[in-house]
């Protein structure tokens, strides 16, 4: 797979290798059409919480489930059947997430269409607004920067990217690491994302984060 460009520039297919490969894995099987726990190497887990969540494509929240799962290491466990809630729309959206405690060990998201492969109704998406505060400290020969981001409108926010640019020109710095990137945010639903760049790559400008969407309209800062 392509995980980086030409530039460098991590793609979203990194970023689904990299949720892919976590050791404690919660997934939807497309084929079985249930949720699972997959233990690659998460040694003995007991004590875990599996969690579904699905979301109509306006972003309201009309089904959730959890249910407590042991995992033994290098195995898998089908935690929840076939789910088929009423009501629902052409599109919409499935959360998941593998707890322990307050602890988050692992977390996916998917967009799903009651027609197998009709997405068309994501058009119908309005703008949203999302609200940004960033944070940018160098340490050494270092940047890190920090951005919160929280979708204040009452659609859900798809496919967000952050690029990391310079403060005056706005162009690009590449490589950057992301901790992550591409995220969809429920109404209210708020992420942190952590990013690193080499000072020798920013040229003497201080890095800023910029945002771009499927369906973002206004970003607040």
Known sequence: ???????????????????????LHIQWNAYTDSIEVVNYSGREADGLTAKAEI????????WQSSVPVNSREDSYVACM????????????FLRLELTKGSDLISENFYWRSINGTDYQALRDLPKVKLQVNTT???????????????????????????????????????PVIYSDNYISLMPGEK???????ENEDTRGEKPA???????LGEVLN
């Open 136 to 174: 940018v400290e160098r340490k050494n020969d270092r940047w890190y920067l920090v951005s919160g981001i929280t979708n204040v409108s009452n659609k859900p926010a798809l496919m967000v990217r952050l690029k990391v640019v310079r403060e005056k020109a706005g162009d690009r710095i590449l």
């Open 81 to 92: 059947g076939r789910i088929k809630p009423d009501k629902l729309t052409p599109v919409y």
């Open 55 to 62: 979301f109509n494509l306006n972003g309201a929240l009309i």
């Open 1 to 23: 797979w392509q995980t980086y460009d030409y530039y460098f520039d991590p793609t979203g297919a990194y970023f689904g290798c990299k949720k892919g490969s976590e050791p």
């Open 191 to 197: 992420r942190t994302v952590k990013m690193e760049v």
């Open 209 to 215: 984060v910029a945002l771009e969407g499927f369906n």
